[in-house]
C-alpha cells in the first residue's frame, strides 16, 4: 500500500529557514491536491493548507497565511512547505495529505497520509 513520507523535520530556532517534504513510499506522488497539517499533543489535527496539484493554486488557514508556503514539483512527485520566520507556537506534528480526486480533495478526504515528523522550534 502505498504511503507519504514525510523529511525535513527537527529542531530549528525561531526565525531560521525550516522546510518539510512529502513524496510517495512508491512511484510518483500526483494527487489531484494534496495539504499539509500539524498536530500538537491533545489538540485536533490543524489544516495548514493546500495545493492544486494540477494549477498549483494554494490555500491556508488563517494563521498560515504568509506564514507558510506550500509548493509542489509536479515531476518529481514532492511536496513542500515551507515555514517563513517559524516561532515556537508552530512545534508540532506536520503531516502531509493526498487525494486522489477532486471531490475527495475539495472535501478534504484525503486517502493518503504520512506517517509525520517532528518540527520543534525554540525561542
Known amino acids: 500500500q502505498v504511503r507519504l513520507q514525510e523529511a525535513g523535520g527537527g529542531l530549528v530556532q525561531a526565525g531560521d529557514s525550516m522546510s518539510l517534504s512529502c513524496t510517495a513510499s512508491?512511484?510518483?506522488?500526483?494527487?489531484?491536491?494534496a495539504s499539509w497539517w500539524r498536530q500538537v499533543p491533545a489538540k485536533e489535527r490543524e489544516f495548514v493548507g493546500t495545493?492544486?496539484?494540477?494549477?498549483?493554486?494554494?490555500w491556508y488557514a488563517d494563521f498560515a497565511w504568509g506564514r507558510f508556503k506550500i509548493s509542489r514539483d509536479k515531476v518529481g512527485g514532492i511536496l513542500y512547505l515551507q515555514f517563513n520566520n517559524p516561532q515556537p507556537d508552530d512545534t508540532a506534528v506536520y503531516y502531509c495529505a493526498g487525494a486522489s480526486s477532486a471531490e475527495k480533495y475539495y472535501s478534504r478526504q484525503y486517502d493518503l497520509w504520512g506517517q509525520g515528523t517532528q518540527v520543534t522550534v525554540s525561542s
Open positions: 512508491s512511484g510518483t506522488f500526483s494527487p489531484y491536491g
Open positions: 495545493i492544486d496539484w494540477g494549477n498549483g493554486g494554494t
